[in-house]
């Protein structure tokens, strides 16, 4: 490895190292902290190679090497889905799922130290493990990219709808690469180490950057209360008061399909405006969680009449504009902390 790689592995380690430092202490408020804490230590475990190359097979640092480079991708899978695919509850299939970038790899090396035997002289089984392994890396890279571009148009926070897609497909297209040239084709390239590195350089100090410089919150949400705050004050803005009224009184999220765009069209106000609006004044970060603000309150409002007791619960979400009775039942029981039926009994 020559001395420009080595230059920027260490200033790498120091940049993921740094930003681990500066979460610890805000770790206890959510989770998605601690995980993109653990990333940081992964990353930092992944650049124990170039920083004391050789390593000796099996010692302690190999270990470390070795789980946190396999751990790596199904713990960048896990943030991407947090902060960026606007998973508010990771469910346990999430964690096996990215456990299995670190398991697969960690029982074939076992079976190897145990047993004594190379994989290589079983061609179907170094196969299956090996590319099978690779296989499941890139698939989670490449949902992790298509989740992050998916929401990217009901993210009403405006910072993090630019850095989204900026920094998860700069870190999704870097982990490709290394995958793909190194795992895969082997390729052995002089200033390979050199670019990778550098480019990973470039990344880390854009995440720091917008980890620190940019306003608490856009990236790691802290528990805020969803109040429509604006309906409170004396005199709303023109634009706020219609955005208002096109819940309370025209109840536009009734509509199917309903859109920041359609919104915004339906209204005359401008997207960017809108989204500003409905972010810096009424408190949502999600324009899915306003539309349901307004669901869920008309559907409550129907569960406590005793008029509609026989109507079925599917029925009344429906007609609030939800999609599907699970989507509904999910976004009711986090603002109630009960089922829509255990409410509509309470309230019989």
Wanted: net charge positive; with cysteine; charged share 15%.
């Amino acid at each position: 490895m020559n001395a420009s790689s080595q230059f920027f592995a260490h200033l790498d380690f120091a940049l993921m190292f740094m930003c681990g430092m500066l979460l610890i202490p805000n770790v206890k408020k959510s989770r998605t902290i601690l995980l993109f804490l653990v990333l940081m230590l992964c990353g930092c475990g992944y650049l124990l190679t170039p920083l004391f190359d050789p390593l000796e097979k099996l010692s302690v640092i190999w270990w470390l090497n070795f789980v946190a480079q396999n751990a790596l991708p199904g713990i960048f899978w896990l943030v991407s889905l947090n902060i960026f695919a606007d998973q508010k509850e990771l469910k346990t299939w999430h964690y096996l799922t990215a456990s299995l970038t670190l398991v697969i790899p960690t029982v074939a090396n076992l079976t190897q130290i145990i047993f004594s035997y190379d994989l290589q002289y079983y061609p179907a089984f170094y196969g299956l493990v090996t590319y099978g392994a690779l296989t499941l890396e890139l698939v989670l890279i490449s949902h992790a990219l298509i989740e992050a571009i998916r929401h990217s148009d009901v993210d009403l926070v405006q910072e993090r709808r630019y850095i989204r897609v900026s920094v998860i497909g700069i870190v999704a297209i870097y982990i490709v690469i290394v995958i793909v040239i190194e795992q895969l084709f082997h390729w052995q390239w002089l200033w390979l180490d050199t670019v990778k590195y550098a480019l990973l350089c470039l990344v880390l100090l854009v995440i720091n950057f917008l980890l620190f410089s940019l306003k608490e919150g856009t990236l790691f949400d802290q528990a805020i209360a969803q109040k429509v705050r604006a309906s409170n004050k004396a005199k709303p803005s023109p634009e706020l008061k219609r955005i208002l009224d096109s819940m309370q009184k025209d109840k536009l999220y009734k509509e199917e399909g309903m859109t920041i765009s359609t919104l915004s069209r339906h209204l005359g106000i401008h997207e960017y405006k809108l989204r500003h609006l409905i972010n810096g004044e009424l408190n949502y970060r999600n324009f899915n969680d306003f539309l349901n603000f307004y669901r869920i309150q008309e559907v409550a409002q129907k569960l406590a009449q005793n008029e509609v007791q026989k109507l079925p619960v599917l029925t009344l979400a429906l007609d609030s504009g939800f999609r599907s009775l699970s989507s509904f039942n999910k976004a009711f029981k986090n603002k109630y902390g009960v089922t829509p039926t255990e409410f509509r009994n309470q309230h019989s």
